[in-house]
């Protein structure tokens, strides 16, 4: 599965040198990105999991603090173009990111910001507890969009799309906060990437359009020795989905806004 893994044990220590990963994995699954030409209007893909898992040891909270311990998660770079042949494309961007004028954006559910999610993603510690707790915490994430076989800003919805290209970076932490202090430890780092190129035939009949092209295969997740600070914007509003802008740039032509940020 190419999954990595790494080793610990708890130590008879406070809270913030005791607490430790006791094993981790983070993998890509192997199955290739599907394609779904089932619909007139639009191109669906599906794209194989992302997925992080990591059982963790908290030793005795002596205190009455309260540990949040999960994933947080922040794209850092992010290339989603779709082409329509002579006529340009649409572009799903993140101006901020784009711009450089930060290093990472918030990829939290939009609800319970700064963590990807908390249902399985987050366990809370609630002290003082008398002994060890042991648990496990995880996520995964995958695209699945739809793509407009016509030109987004046309009133016309003959089949123009010629191909897509997508290219993401994300940094995934485990991290615990004392949710009074806010104090931040962070205990892993994930670096990951996905990445997607489908040619597209407009020509032909539905169903025979599309033709996945390589890499069909994701590179593997890597599990840092050293670990990263987390860049602000990764904790606080607002997140990827709430700040991304859908353009369309025409060959010729100035670029036109066809979905504004929702924040």
Not at 35 to 51: A, I, N, Q, W
Not at 232 to 261: C, S
Request: glycine share 6%.
């Amino acid at each position: 599965m190419g999954c990595v893994q790494s080793l610990g044990r708890c130590k008879p220590k406070g809270f913030r040198e005791g607490v430790c990963v006791l094993d981790l994995s983070a993998c890509i699954d192997p199955d290739p990105t599907s394609v779904d030409e089932s619909s007139s209007v639009v191109l669906r893909y599906r794209t194989p999991h992302f997925r992080a898992s990591a059982r963790v040891c908290v030793p005795p909270v002596a205190a009455k603090e309260t540990w949040t311990v999960g994933w947080i998660q922040a794209c850092n770079h992010m290339e989603f173009y779709n082409k329509y042949g002579a006529k340009g494309m649409s572009s799903w961007e993140l101006p901020d990111l784009r711009d450089g004028k930060i290093q990472a954006i918030s990829d939290s559910d939009g609800v319970n910001y700064p963590w990807y999610g908390n249902t399985t993603e987050t366990c809370t510690i609630v002290g003082p507890t008398k002994k060890d707790t042991k648990f496990t915490v995880s996520m995964n994430d995958n695209f699945y969009p739809s793509v407009t076989w016509g030109v987004p800003v046309s009133d016309s919805n003959a089949p123009m799309l010629s191909s897509i290209w997508r290219d993401q970076s994300f940094t995934t932490w485990l991290v615990a906060i004392n949710q009074a202090s806010g104090e931040t430890l962070v205990l892993q780092t994930v670096r990951w990437r996905m990445q997607l190129h489908i040619e597209v035939d407009p020509e032909k009949p539905l169903g025979k359009r599309a033709r996945l092209c390589e890499p069909v295969a994701q590179e593997q997740p890597q599990v840092l020795v050293k670990n990263e600070p987390i860049p602000p914007n990764a904790m606080v509003k607002p997140n990827a989905n709430d700040a991304q802008v859908l353009m369309w740039r025409p060959r010729t032509g100035e670029p036109v806004v066809v979905i504004p940020p929702k924040y």
